[in-house]
């Protein structure tokens, strides 16, 4: 199996103890790349978490700067190999190479990584929080084993598992990622892994900071996840495979966050319609065509009353839907995966107003395809009626009245996002105020008169959401330092003499910057 | 049945729909208290869910300031029956009436109700978080649906189910709790829970704030903890029953904290034992037989090195659990767990220094309990040798030299504490300096020259720890505002007008003494 890739283990690309080998395909010719990458067994795993578990050790000795020396060297040469990044991510995945993956993912992810290293050194992430009366101090630390992180398919870079925003939430907080490459992008996800480790070797950092293998069997990825030394996993991608990964980690009392799956209900109240619905049409158009429908906060789902200016907007929205050129998808796969969603869709009640077929775009692809059903149809089923169609997808809730939408919302699972679009002159208030707070409680981030398509990188956003948009209410998977407190643990600090405490909480503030809750007061000050 | 207590839903103390009954028992006469309490079914359950759901949306619109004066008020009526709940608290459990159960712990409760109360006054927990760049904003905000807590046996008052710590700081962020009150002291949560209703009634609370069920059977149990109305769980109480819950709770995607078992090594490195062995073996056995032993934190596991310090400490200490006074146990199952906990340790080679046998005290009783074993016996069963005596036992673990003591400490399941002492003169900086990073990733509270026993109520405590001393190593059960959030979601508004934010995003600072994360600084201002 000479011509099989290597994996990353604890320093070294060495042959994987593999079980089997897999070839991805470019999406746009339906072509093998002429890649073969290895199915690894649990040997490889367990070499990787007994790695991981001594390089976290290592790290917790080293310092902070040298975690953030690493992440920032580690943008320089993204940027420095950068062509050829784009090239293989756009033979693997289809984006195109501009402006999507040079020009916005590229970017976003080397800022992603220097975010991270200003959280590593100023020490933002770690919450000191000091009470003097009884010499309580406490802050956030790194989990003291290796964080496995399970990069999805439709961010190469961004979200990749050895690059994109868990990784560097990961290493940020002082943990080794063992990053489970997405089969969908292996080359992208090798040459990210070779960048990686040049930066741990220029800058000192230990070697299995990060490693790499490629694919497993559920059992093996579900022991990855369980491990006793591992610290605790981030997971983005299918919710079928990802229920079974949660299953295993939750089992052994280990942290798993996930994202799995969001259908982004968008509810447009009448006056929003009556004031602009034409353009609210395009808006909508294009926010869920963006990246053939490819994203994790794609408008799946609108919400409308009855009436003629709701069949305005179908016609219109059903018109650009069947005009808009048809995008290449990431993976046959999730072309299967939409012509099965559809079905589902279909199957319960909702009528084709445009596509719903496969083909129409160069390669994997599925026709520009919009759904419609009424309310009380929709409460029927309300389950197979959110099946989540990934990709250039989505379905109009027609209702008969705000007793009814608020009922469907009612019945909305938990959504990473949540829309209201509403008029300028306050004729849609009482709506909004009837359905925000049903709507608000099902979804991560709630947004007025925009698509929830923009996903921010500020500390703010939170890219989460209720079960099962993601596994956990209460944490974000976007926005430095907030995601960072996913891998980590409290860490308490009772009577401990002052030298033998972390630097952020002894007496004197470490940088003079770090904001310390003092005896619930936040402070840059020192104690006392 | 009309001699069956009634269970509290949605306001009215009702008949149970019950398929079954108990009676608890005195544990210092093992006679029946003479009152017999209801096992619920389903039905009662999801009546409660149900009206737990349309109290959270009521509460979302009554304001913050009724929730604070709702905790004020059930302080103060809890006070004004002290007496009478005092008097049912030690019937039930046997623990002494006073300094206990009125000079401590009822303080302590309605502290915490207090603490909990300016909290959800001050708003302190909600973390305001806001971007002017971007206009997003986050906080974090009720769940939406009830929170069910499940109280253990060991703090009728601070940790009961309707009153305690997980109770108040669910309250605190807007949900109403459904209390799963613990079989050992139904009485003393039927009281609590009576004053909680009353508290609502005053306050102008939805009735459904506070409801109260004694019992169900696993099913059941399973059912409220993975309902898709209901919010989340706390749970404090044994590993067994615990992780029924949680492989529920876990599948529904429902959050769930737990605090399930915990033997909170205390490492005596040897310079400490050269200048205060006696004093040390004093300090431990006190904490030790404290309660009977029946605290989450109780020290259930010593690690020395060998040496005559250290035989002295093991005769002083065995001396000292021998011609003590032997405790009450809080029930029944708690002597049995102590019998078959001890027989596992036993059998897998530790050595009975002292006790070892049922009886002793008055009532429910185990005498107290010394147990040794060698650092090469216990790296040949860990599993076996870390099984929690829940009681007055602790183990002697005595290790050849600090390479075997360090080996030890990397066999230690996740637990509450973990304390270390060590001599004043710098002679045990070395060893500390080893033994410090492995145990600091073991455990949530790190002490230095103190025993466990004491848990102080303040922002900075953390009473949690890596599993399966809890089920999440980034939480804390114990201390104001910072356990509460656990019982919530965050929350983000993008783009959000203004005047439809919650008060604490808006620009204006709404109290003036809110402290928000503004751009990335801490800040008692107005945005802008």
Redo the contacts between chains.
Sequence with gaps: MSDVQPILIAGTWRPADAEGTFEPKNPATKEPTGEVYPVSTLKDVEEAIEAAAVAA?QI??MGDEIVASFLERFAERIEARADELVAMANAESGLPASPRLAGIELPRTTDQLRQAATAARNR?WTMP???T??N???L??????GVAVFGPNNFPFAFNSVAGGDFAAAIAAGNPVIGKGNSSHPGTTRLLAEEALGAAEDTGMPKATVQLIYRTNHEVGARLVSHPKIGATGYTGSRGAGLVL??AA??????IYMELSSINPVVILPGALVERGEELAGEFTTSCLMGTGQFCTNPGVILMLKGANTDTFVQATSAQFSEAPVGTMLTEAVENGMERSVGTLKGAGAEVLAGGERGGGKGFSFQNTLLKVDGATFLKDPEALQEEAFGNESLLIIADDMDQAVEVTRHFE?NL?GCIYSDSKGEDEPH?RRI??VL???V???????M?TGV?V?????H?G???AT??????AVGLP?SI??F??????????EH?LPAELRDQNPSGAL?R?ID???SQGDVG
Tied chains: 1, 2.
Aim: overall charge positive; some cysteine.
């Design positions: 050790e917790a000795e933002s929080n000091i009470d009366g009884s309580i101090r406490s956030y630390g790194a989990l003291g084993g949660k299953e939750d089992k052994a009392g280990k942290p938990g996002t909004y925000e707070p608000r409680k099902k991560g981030r709630l947004l007025n008169d925009k929830p921010a500020v500390p703010s956003m939170n989460g209720p079960y099962p596994g956990h209410p209460g944490f974000t907030s407190s996913r980590a643990m409290l860490e308490c600090y009772d009577n401990v003499r033998r904001w809750l619930q007061q936040w």
